[in-house]
C-alpha cells in the first residue's frame, strides 16, 4: 500500500543552525501539505501546495522558513536559523481531492526535531 | 477564520462503556468536518466524515449545524479504541484542514 514517506524521523540541532526535511508523497498526489505539531496540540498547516506551485503559506514564518517542491513531486521544508520555539512534530501530508472529491489526507509519519 | 474545540484532554473509559469526544467548531461558511485518529506508533488517519454519513469501527459522527458540533460516539468502547482522536474542519473551496487540539481517549479493562 503506498505511503507518505519522511526523513529524517529524527533530528536534534543547535539554535543558530540549518535543518531540512524531506517528503515523497504517494504517487499521484497533486496536493501536498506541511503541517507543525507542538506537543499537547493538533497539527497546524505551514504550507500548501497544488502540484509545484505554493497555494498556501500564510502561516509558515518566511524569515526562516522555507518550503519548496520544484517537480510537483517530492518536497523539502528548511529552517534556518533553528530557533529554539522551533522543536515539534513536522508532520507532511498528501491528498488527492480532484479524484475522489473530498479532502482525505494521508500522513507520513513525521520528523521529531529537537533544538538545543 | 475557523476554529476547531476539543474540551476534553484526557478521556477514560471502562471497556464496554459507551465513549463521546466533544467537537465544536466555528466557521462561516459550509464546512466539511472529519475525525482522524493516531493509534500508538502509527501515522494520523482518517476514521470517518461528516458527508459520509457510515460507521467506521462502530464510530459513528452527526454533525450539528445548530449546535456547531461534531461529536463522535461509540455505544461500547473496545481496548483498541485507545488512542488520539482529532476532530478537523476543511473549507470546501481550498481543502485546508483546520484541526482540534486533540483528544486521548484510554479504554481500560
Known amino acids: 500500500e503506498a505511503e507518505v514517506a519522511q526523513s529524517p524521523r529524527y533530528k536534534i540541532t543547535e539554535k543558530s543552525q540549518a535543518v531540512a526535511f524531506w517528503c515523497d508523497p504517494i504517487?499521484?498526489?497533486?496536493?501536498l501539505y506541511w503541517y507543525r505539531q507542538i506537543l499537547g496540540q493538533g497539527p497546524e498547516l505551514l504550507v500548501q501546495?497544488?502540484?509545484?506551485?505554493?497555494?498556501?503559506d500564510s502561516q509558515l514564518p518566511k524569515d526562516r522558513f522555507s518550503a519548496e517542491r520544484l517537480k510537483g513531486v517530492d518536497s523539502t521544508l528548511k529552517i534556518q536559523p533553528a530557533e529554539l520555539g522551533d522543536s515539534a512534530m513536522y508532520l507532511c501530508?498528501?491528498?488527492?481531492?480532484?479524484?475522489?472529491?473530498?479532502?482525505?489526507?494521508?500522513f507520513g509519519p513525521g520528523t521529531r526535531l529537537t533544538v538545543l | 477564520a475557523q476554529r476547531v474545540t476539543q474540551p476534553e484532554k484526557l478521556l477514560s473509559v471502562f471497556k464496554g462503556a459507551p465513549v463521546e469526544l466533544k467537537c465544536n467548531y466555528s466557521y462561516s461558511g459550509s464546512p466539511e468536518l472529519f475525525w482522524y485518529v493516531q493509534y500508538s506508533r502509527q501515522r494520523l488517519q482518517l476514521l470517518l466524515r461528516h458527508i459520509s454519513r457510515e460507521s467506521i469501527k462502530g464510530f459513528t459522527a452527526d454533525l450539528n449545524k445548530g449546535e456547531t458540533s461534531f461529536h463522535l460516539k461509540k455505544p461500547f468502547a473496545q481496548e483498541e479504541d485507545s488512542a488520539m482522536y482529532y476532530c478537523?474542519?476543511?473549507?470546501?473551496?481550498?481543502?485546508?484542514?483546520?484541526f482540534g487540539a486533540g483528544t486521548t481517549v484510554t479504554v481500560r479493562a
Open positions: 501530508a498528501s491528498s488527492n481531492p480532484g479524484t475522489s472529491g473530498y479532502n482525505e489526507q494521508f
Open positions: 501546495f497544488q502540484d509545484e506551485s505554493v497555494v498556501d
Open positions: 478537523a474542519l476543511s473549507d470546501l473551496n481550498d481543502y485546508k484542514l483546520s
Open positions: 504517487s499521484g498526489h497533486a496536493t
